[in-house]
């Protein structure tokens, strides 16, 4: 039997992915095709998607310290900002599932393996950026949470082409 | 020297404590009164306040699978809607933080922890309803993380006051 799948979208936000944003990452916007494409099929199937993005309020107070001082000068994702938005290009339906998270695993202190596990999901597909923090936390701790996980090289970017070997070190 | 304080509010929303509400909680009305002078001591203060609250997206995906079915056939607290407010008489302030949870316990799949250490944070005072889950778990989960627990009874409310023997039995 084919195992339930479930795509994770992660980051592509505004402030990540717009080339003049305060946090832009140079890989985001290559990209986006691939992950329209992957969106498109997971649409089609009508498999469950998962937009997962980061948030912080403004304070400062939910950030990681090692980004706090940064932050407090120019901020980023902020509730409620443009820059905290998905891309246009992405923009989720109303059926799909929105994961605020602050750390760089989408399961660090979320709902999203609460999610997953009541829509009987065994399989993700991971994309968006970036390979050396964000994803490679979220495809640790989704292997680690017992589902198979299948990560989409050509749809995840990186701030430098050469982080992209360090995600197949797992 | 004295240890920052913090006051966490539980479930104080419109669905559990207005006596028509779907999941009316019998003892929540009778603590308003006790949790505003609390409320009223810690903002003169200048001291932290997290209003912690349960949401529910509508599709059920993200509760408890013991109370999913029922949910799905009358549902509460779902994001946006009226019933997912805190009572209007503990409207929070703009300075001040509403986490929102799936489970009992405010720290389980939150930032909450994130933002106590943020901000230095080392007691906290816990009024709300209700003592046999969310109050209790939420002081347990406070206890193990190292916090030191105030529990205010008089401002803790429940279904029935038979449980309140309960909360004592930490």
Redesign the interface.
């Known amino acids: 039997m084919l195992k339930k799948r479930a795509l994770l979208i992660i980051d592509m936000q505004n402030d990540f992915v717009l080339p003049t944003a305060p946090q832009a990452v140079a890989g985001a916007i290559d990209i986006i095709c691939n992950i329209q494409i992957l969106l498109h099929s997971f649409r089609e199937k009508n498999l469950p998607v998962f937009h997962i993005i980061r948030e912080y309020?403004a304070?400062?107070?939910?950030?990681e310290?090692t980004r706090?001082s940064d932050f407090l000068i120019r901020s980023y994702c902020v509730p409620n900002t443009n820059g905290a938005k998905i891309i246009s290009e992405l923009t989720p339906l109303d059926?799909e599932?929105i994961i605020v998270k602050?750390?760089f695993s989408g399961f660090m202190?979320?709902?999203l393996?609460?999610?997953l596990r009541?829509?009987n999901v065994q399989e993700l597909v991971i994309c968006g950026i970036q390979y050396p923090n964000c994803i490679r936390a979220t495809v640790f701790d989704g292997v680690s949470l017992g589902y198979d996980v299948t990560l989409i090289a050509d749809a995840t970017g990186a701030q430098s082409e050469e982080w992209l070997n360090q995600i197949f070190l797992i």
């Open positions: 309020r304070d400062g107070s939910d950030i310290h706090r059926n599932y602050n750390r202190q979320t709902e393996d609460f999610i009541q829509l």
